[in-house]
């Protein structure tokens, strides 16, 4: 994650007198030596981000903070595919599930020195294994897709690289606490340090999906990245460009062919990189809980499914149809999608229609509304009123926040059906949507739909 906000960075292609000597701060590794018999090379360029465990520069104080006290695996900790199109207007992330089920090719352990024919893995174990190398192995024998670029950022320089850019600003419906890493954050937006980033893409205790949800948080982060990174002004300010690569790239990993030359051309085609120009998935999964014997519990993928999204790496093809992107600001993010909660509209004053103008525009974002508003008793209502009962208060506040400067009013008994009476303060309805939609393994989402909206 932190290596793709290096590419989104050289969006500014402000050319090598600004960048002297960053490709020299890079630490290199060669991760593409001797490699025999890989997959042909499509169009486009496929980076192999791997996020690692490392955190041997982290202080004693953050550690106890971030709860980062354990020994590190020495394993992959996020694995994803990073695909920039060839005409650099889109870049596509699948992210590979650390537990997937995979097969090494032979190799030899670059732990004990010991050579070892194929064998069943969790798809992380690989770099414990082999390093990069094995892993770059690994995942081109899972995927035929030819990885060009190999980037591995530690838990060091994925908090840095938040930090340098002020912050990343993160949304949430609901609570999340996980007494594994120490995230605490309550429902709302929030302006997010690295230590504070760095717990919310590891939490993996905060409900049944696991890993799985883990990553979509973590795209739901590298999409709030771009976000920033391309809206706060740093690409339109050389020197302070310099100092954001620098201090990014200064504390990654990469391979011996990625340097300052690569990274401005790739940056000088991106300068209207944005959110809406990514698109994220994670590679679908055929079975969960797949046991292999010494292996233990592994993600068998879906050879159908998972095969069209690297088909459509490997081809430079959008993995997902996106229709066209919606006028006007992003949707706020609510706890209930407004599709399951049922509406009927009152006009609470004299001005003719205006009952009609509000039902039509709830449910243009999706409520459930009568499609029949009613006049209310009192026609005097200065502000506008969401009535509920208190068994459906998250319902209530989701339709509240869709109605800007309405009031709140329980009413016991009132039943699931949420009554809305429109005073003479209507303005206007804010677009909403689900803050955490249904998303199955395969789901592609574009990076503006998941970043936080404006209200």
């Known amino acids: 994650m932190t290596a793709l906000s290096a590419v989104v960075l050289a969006s500014a292609g402000i050319g090598h007198a600004v960048l002297s000597g960053v490709g020299s701060d890079i630490a290199r590794v060669d991760a593409f030596k001797d490699m025999k018999n890989r997959p042909r090379a499509g169009d486009g360029m496929n980076v192999l981000l791997v996020g690692t465990d490392g955190r041997d520069r982290i202080s004693k104080e953050e550690r106890r903070k971030y709860r980062l006290g354990g020994a590190p695996c020495h394993c992959t900790d ?129 409900d049944g999906a696991s890993d799985l949800s883990r990553m979509t948080r973590q795209q739901h982060f590298l999409a709030a990245l771009i976000d920033r990174a391309t809206s706060s002004g740093i690409l339109l300010n050389p020197l302070k460009f310099r100092d954001v690569t620098q201090a990014v790239l200064g504390s990654v990993r990469a391979d011996k062919g990625f340097g300052t030359d690569e990274l ?12 809406s120009s990514s698109e994220f998935t994670t590679v679908p999964i055929g079975r969960m809980g797949y046991a292999v014997k010494g292996v233990g519990s592994t993600l068998k993928w879906d050879p159908v499914k998972s095969r069209r999204i690297f088909d459509a790496l490997r081809e430079d093809r959008p993995l997902g149809a996106h229709g066209p992107r919606p006028a006007g600001p992003a949707p706020v993010r609510v706890p209930v999608d407004p599709r399951q909660i049922r509406v009927q509209v009152q006009n609470g004053t004299h001005t003719s229609g205006l009952g009609k103008r509000v039902d039509d525009a709830l449910a243009a974002t999706g409520f459930r509304t009568t499609r029949a508003p009613v006049n209310a008793k009192d026609r005097e209502v200065q502000r506008t ?25 329980p009413v016991e008994g009132q039943g699931p059906l949420l009554k809305v009476v429109a005073g003479a303060d209507f303005e206007r309805v804010v677009r909403v949507a689900p803050a955490e939609p249904p998303r199955k393994s395969g789901t592609v989402v574009r990076g503006d739909e998941v970043v936080c909206g404006k209200r």
Not at 264 to 275: C, H
């Open 78 to 206: 996020t694995i994803m595919i990073v695909h920039i199109s060839e005409d650099r207007q889109r870049a596509s992330v699948v992210s590979l599930p650390r537990d997937s089920y995979a097969v090494t090719p032979p190799h030899v352990d670059g732990t004990t020195g010991e050579r070892h024919s194929g064998h069943p893995v969790k798809l992380n174990a690989a770099y414990a294994e082999g390093g990069p190398q094995l892993t770059i192995r690994t995942v081109e024998s899972m995927t035929r897709v030819k990885i060009d670029h190999y980037l591995e950022v530690d838990f060091t320089s994925f908090m840095k690289t938040v930090d340098v850019l002020g912050g990343v600003r993160i949304c949430t419906a609901k609570p999340l606490k996980d007494s594994y890493t120490g995230l605490d954050l309550p429902a709302g937006t929030h302006e997010l340090s690295g230590g504070q980033a760095l717990q919310y893409v590891r939490a993996r205790h905060l």
């Open 264 to 275: 401005l051309a790739l940056g000088r085609a991106m300068r209207n990189f944005s959110p």
């Open 385 to 409: 009123v969401v009535a509920f009962d208190p068994r459906w208060d998250q319902s209530a506040k989701s339709l509240a926040t869709a109605l800007p400067g309405s009031a709140l009013k």
